[in-house]
């Protein structure tokens, strides 16, 4: 069991570090796992569903705002961006913000293609990110449910 | 007084338990301010709707200390809804917004935000964020809050206004630096107090409705309202504790102004309940000789000096620096009336936590000629407020003659202290000039220091601060330093319930000292132009009758316990801070 349980550990660690490392993740992650703590043990898959929740309804309206036929409302989109761009560097989405920030250039420029292909971007970012988180939480209860304890990891 | 109690409370853990408001349509990141703000240990409330958060603010202005709100929200612009806080509620508004763009710090500047922070927020910043609920409640003059309450925050006359920005840096001594600056040149000659009648108040709203509220400045005021020997210091001091009243009562300061009158009377005189607490004065002249046993935050001794704290605190703190506007008593009851508080006696109702309200000691002093121990209250507050909690250099070595409390300990309280001691000093030398060399009244003001505080305080209570001036001509110090001791007070909410403590005790001493060795009216008329808060009034005559009997008491008694005067005072103090 406990070889077990330390593997798991070992595969978790990894894996976090993984996504630092190829800026999925950055600072602000682990500022969200710092907040967690016995009082709010759940506190960032709490904060993460909001977060994904939330690029859901971003990306339906952006998209629907680029749907148009007539005049696209590059004002509409980019308030969506900045909203994105603002919950996603809460939560230290580091890839989504990324491209928030240039998709935020492409609705000033009014540049339709390359608004859609950004959103095309930012949609699949996003669900990358949560499959990737969704394996991170799935490693934890693992090795909550081996016995073990989920450990922090360092980024440093 | 639960009410009082609870605010005082949040005081003093402050800025633990501060109350914010967060208000972000984004639920992630209100979901992560959220769970920030409770790590820094304060009280949240969040809502997803500027529209929400306006409705809850508007139902209860005191609810919340600070309110910080994001930027882009959909149903009203996150600077609109600024607006509209600080229009109505005068609460500190932080700005939230993941827009770096320096034009929209700009706009949060203009539209009067106090900070503007950007997405993602990190945990440091948000621990110092109180830090613009004190800077508020310390400058504001219309507005309110500091911590807690807000109402603690001095309300800034016109005078106080340029000083606020100082104050961040160097609080404590740049104030009493400006106030005693303004106190020098009136001070120096002996004022007559001021009594706050009925009439009297009437015709300072009715002046200060005409020109507006906001617009209202002493000069104007004075000179609508008119009244021979009534001075600027003393409309400004008055102002000062009017405005802070009306903070205290409602957020609609337009509403109160309506009714104030007579309510701002009363509230002062039944607020702290001043007129409860009975005082162990000693003295048959005082009223309600019962321990103080009342005051919460300060020893029963303390009582009055609660109450002279807490108008420090507040505001009275204020009051008392700036120059002996408040005018509070006059020595020659004349036009203004009598004095009621300088008699002393309602200083055993002091209560600490009425003054901490905020309440406008003047009122009370209108009171207090019936002499009613409420009276006191008003007195006490002002004279708490007077002690300069900042010795000038001046004065240091008059302060740190052989006193002990002297010691540099907690900065209110040392300065509290060096008052004492200075009062001391001024006190024994007699009716002349401040002493200070004060050698022969060192060991007398060292003796009254520890008689009891309430002796003392009674007759300071209000006008004992300012006592500096009059005691002492050639030592225009002592007053400021009365009026530090004030500001110092009010400088912050936290600390502000532990300053005054501490003050309170620092405050008994000198007081009484002053009040009681010197010339008793000197002391009082120059308390009362320092304090500005100068509520103590009481009746002039009475007032000499007064002292003698406090100073016997007090020397009888000499058991002021040191940390009444302000040792204890000291530790709170430190810890607040």
Not at chain 1, 31 to 52: C, I, T, Y
Request: charged share 20%; glycine share 8%.
């Amino acid at each position: 069991m406990d070889a077990h349980v330390a593997q798991l550990q070992m595969q978790y660690r990894n894996y976090i570090l993984s996504l630092y490392q190829q800026g999925f993740l950055d600072d602000q992650f682990t500022e969200l796992k710092s907040l967690q703590d016995d009082g709010s043990p759940d506190f960032v898959a709490e904060v993460l569903s909001l977060f994904f929740d939330d690029c859901v309804k971003l990306v339906g309206n952006m998209a629907r705002a680029l749907d148009q036929t007539g005049t696209v409302d590059f004002c509409q989109v980019g308030a969506n961006v900045h909203q994105l761009k603002g919950s996603s560097s809460s939560v230290g989405a580091k890839r989504v913000k990324g491209l928030c920030i240039n998709f935020k250039e492409l609705c000033e420029a009014k540049n339709y293609e390359g608004c859609v292909r950004c959103l095309q971007q930012v949609d699949i970012e996003y669900k990358t990110l949560k499959a990737k988180l969704q394996d991170m939480f799935n490693l934890e209860k693992q090795i909550v449910q081996a016995g073990g304890i989920v450990p922090q990891v360092d980024i440093n | 007084m639960t009410v009082e109690r609870q605010d005082c409370v949040a005081l003093d853990q402050f800025p633990v338990g501060m109350r914010v408001l967060a208000v972000d349509d984004d639920q992630t990141c209100l979901r992560i301010l959220e769970s920030l703000l409770h790590r820094c240990q304060y009280h949240v409330t969040t809502t997803n709707q500027a529209q929400k958060a306006l409705e809850l603010l508007r139902e209860n202005k005191n609810k919340f200390d600070l309110v910080i709100s994001d930027v882009d929200m959909p149903d009203m612009d996150g600077f609109k809804l600024l607006e509209l806080v600080g229009l109505e509620m005068d609460l500190p508004v932080i700005m939230l917004s993941a827009h770096s763009d320096p034009k929209y710090v700009m706009k949060g500047v203009t539209h009067g935000a106090c900070d503007y922070l950007l997405k993602p927020v990190r945990i440091e910043e948000l621990k110092n964020i109180w830090q613009h609920v004190v800077r508020k409640n310390r400058g504001s003059n219309n507005g309110d809050k500091k911590d807690g309450s807000g109402n603690e925050g001095v309300a800034n006359s016109d005078q106080n206004n340029g000083r606020a920005n100082r104050k961040r840096k160097d609080q404590y001594n740049e104030d009493e630096d400006e106030e005693r600056d303004d106190n020098d040149d009136p001070s120096s000659q002996k004022k007559p107090r001021v009594v706050w009648t009925v009439e009297l108040h009437k015709k300072f709203v009715a002046a200060v409705n005409q020109l507006g509220f906001e617009k209202a400045m002493p000069k104007k005021i004075l000179d609508l309202m008119n009244v021979e020997k009534l001075t600027r210091e003393n409309v400004a001091s008055h102002l000062q504790k009017f405005r802070l009243y009306l903070k205290r009562i409602s957020g609609n300061q337009q509403a109160i102004m309506a009714n104030s009158d007579l309510h701002f009377l009363q509230m002062s005189n039944g607020l702290d309940g001043f007129h409860h607490r009975p005082i162990p004065v000693g003295s048959g002249q005082f009223h309600g000789g019962a321990a103080a046993a009342g005051m919460r935050p300060f020893p029963p001794n303390n009582g009055i000096l609660g109450r002279l704290n807490t108008p420090s605190g507040i505001g009275g703190v204020r009051n008392l620096s700036s120059p002996p506007s408040s005018g509070m008593f006059l020595q020659n009851p004349t036009d203004l009336g009598k004095f009621h508080h300088v008699s002393s006696l309602p200083l055993n109702h002091i209560d600490g936590g009425n003054i901490l309200q905020g309440l406008p000691i003047p009122l009370e002093f209108d009171q207090l000629q019936t002499n009613n121990n409420k009276s006191i209250i008003a007195g006490n507050s002002m004279a708490f407020p007077s002690f300069p909690t900042s010795l000038p250099n001046n004065n240091n070595h008059l302060v740190l003659e052989g006193h002990p409390q002297a010691s540099p300990s907690a900065f209110p309280g040392h300065q509290i202290n060096k008052r004492l001691e200075h009062w001391s000093n001024a006190v024994s030398s007699s009716s002349s000039t401040l002493p200070p060399p004060g050698q022969n009244s060192n060991s007398l003001i060292s003796h009254q220091f520890d008689a009891s505080s309430s002796n003392y305080s009674i007759p300071f209570c209000d006008s004992t601060i300012p006592l500096n001036p009059a005691l002492d001509h050639t030592n225009p110090r002592a007053f400021y330093r009365a009026t530090d001791l004030d500001s110092n007070a009010n400088v912050q909410p936290g600390v502000y319930y532990d300053s005054l403590q501490m003050r309170q005790s620092g405050n008994y001493g000198p007081t009484t000292d002053a009040m009681l060795s010197s010339n008793p009216k000197e002391g009082f008329t120059v308390g009362q132009q320092k304090l500005q808060s100068g509520f103590m009034g009481g009746e002039a005559g009475s007032l000499d009758d007064i002292v003698n009997s406090t100073m016997k008491q007090e020397q009888s008694q000499g058991d002021l316990s040191e940390g009444d005067l302000g040792y204890g005072g000291f530790s709170s103090l430190r810890t607040c801070i």
